[in-house]
């Protein structure tokens, strides 16, 4: 089996990077979704935690409302370290509550700062997905030319 038939499953990253980006965009036509449709609540901030480990830092918050139908909702959120800082001192938070939305729950102190991580990660993604797409088409060019190089017999041909 040829070698270079392998730099073909170089596309693989491009790949992988335009579905994080559709994620990415996906995350955010939930959040503006459930933002602008979605039922004003107050929750209750039942626990908070800010985890700082080395180079990581990360955390989450549980919250506690009841909805309009008398459903009491006790959810788990993590939160990236952007937007624990405005969340840190509230007891009270208010949301945005959409039950049957890509993204239920949107915290309102934290919307904005939400909204800014969504789409840095779908720039990231995007610019990623460029350097990445680029490099497939060189390789597969590359790939291509190698293997069509092999495929060629070498005949000499003897003239009297």
């Known amino acids: ?3 270079y ?7 693989l990253l491009p790949a992988a990077f335009f579905f994080l980006f559709a994620h ?3 995350v955010y036509m939930g959040i503006k979704d459930t933002y602008e449709n979605g039922t004003s609540y107050t929750a209750e901030v039942e626990e908070f935690e800010l985890k700082q480990i080395a180079s990581q830092t990360n955390g989450y918050i549980v919250i506690r409302f009841k909805t309009e139908e008398g459903n009491e909702i006790q959810r788990k959120l993590s939160l990236p370290v952007e937007m624990a800082g405005d969340l840190q001192e509230i007891r009270i938070v208010p949301i945005r509550y959409q039950p049957n939305g890509f993204q239920q729950i949107v915290l309102m102190p934290a919307y904005d700062t939400q909204k800014s991580l969504v ?3 779908m720039l990231m993604a995007g610019m990623a997905l ?4 680029i490099i497939a088409v060189v390789a597969h060019r590359y790939a291509r030319n190698k293997l069509n190089e092999e495929d060629q017999e070498f005949v000499i041909e003897r003239v009297d």
Not at 5 to 11: E, I, R, V
Not at 130 to 133: A, F, G, K, N
């Open 1 to 3: 089996m040829n070698r």
């Open 5 to 11: 038939k392998f730099l073909y499953l170089f596309w």
């Open 24 to 26: 990415q965009g996906t």
């Open 119 to 121: 789409w840095s990660n």
């Open 130 to 133: 460029l350097i990445t797409l």
